[in-house]
Nanobody
Framework: QLGESGGGLVQAGGSLTLSCAAAGLTFNTYALAWFRQAPGKGREVVAVIARSGEPPYYPDAVKGRFTISRDNRNRLVHLQMNNLKPEDTAVYYC?????????????????WGQGTQVTVSS
């Protein structure tokens, strides 16, 4: 139901935009998020955009560098990533949750994409 695109290899300091297309969801009733998982580490949230239009949530590690946006008409969610660092290297997943507010735990999300690899070289 969710499919990511836009990953790739970029040098440190560069930018990438990830996109996620949704199908089979009543899109505007879902909170949407991007998570990432680096080798040997757990899955962590990097951005959440609520169903209600409030300003998005970002953890400190990416605040000021990543921007999440949603296009309810076209059922898309994007993650603009600027000033990328080698520690941003991970598989990035989009996810959808029916919870209100800013769900931040992976178990709060019922729909997931297959993931897209982002590699940042130093």
């Amino acid at each position: 139901q969710l499919g990511e695109s836009g990953g790739g290899l970029v040098q440190a300091g560069g930018s990438l935009t990830l996109s996620c297309a949704a199908a089979g969801l009543t899109f505007n009733t879902y909170a949407l998020a991007w998570f990432r998982q680096a080798p040997g580490k757990g899955r962590e949230v990097v951005a959440v955009i609520a169903r209600s239009g409030e300003p998005p949530y970002y953890p400190d590690a990416v605040k000021g560098r990543f921007t999440i946006s949603r296009d309810n008409r076209n059922r898309l969610v994007h993650l603009q990533m600027n000033n990328l660092k080698p520690e941003d290297t991970a598989v990035y997943y989009c996810a959808a949750s029916t919870e209100w507010g800013f769900p931040r735990e992976s178990q709060q999300y019922s729909s997931w994409g297959q993931g897209t690899q982002v590699t940042v070289s130093s």
